[in-house]
């Protein structure tokens, strides 16, 4: 529905990344700025992969995705979240 993902950007609900770019990290580091969770079915091994590469440990990566990842199926059009992800604790304010 194209009218409403402009109508979404236009109100500022829906952020578009640039086309070059790798959305995985816009999506993962804005959910961790702000305390946030990601809903995708993506496992996010290449994001994983990149961090790696660039020096960062895969340990934290992987648990944050895990406990901050939210999967999710639609039946007709209901959107089901997966009823097994428990929500992490909030951080405590800085």
């Known amino acids: 529905d194209v009218p ?16 070059q770019d790798y959305d995985d990290s816009y999506c993962i580091s804005y959910a961790q700025k702000h305390d946030g969770c990601v809903m995708s ?11 790696v590469k660039r020096g960062g440990a895969r340990a934290p990566i992987e648990i944050w995705l895990r406990t901050h990842c939210i999967s999710y199926t639609f039946l007709a059009d209901e959107l ?4 097994d992800f428990v929500f992490p604790p909030k951080r405590e304010a800085q």
């Open 4 to 19: 409403l993902l402009r109508e979404l950007e236009v109100s500022g609900r829906l952020v578009l990344t640039p086309p």
């Open 41 to 51: 079915n993506d496992l996010y091994r290449d994001h994983v992969q990149t961090v």
């Open 80 to 83: 089901l979240i997966n009823p």
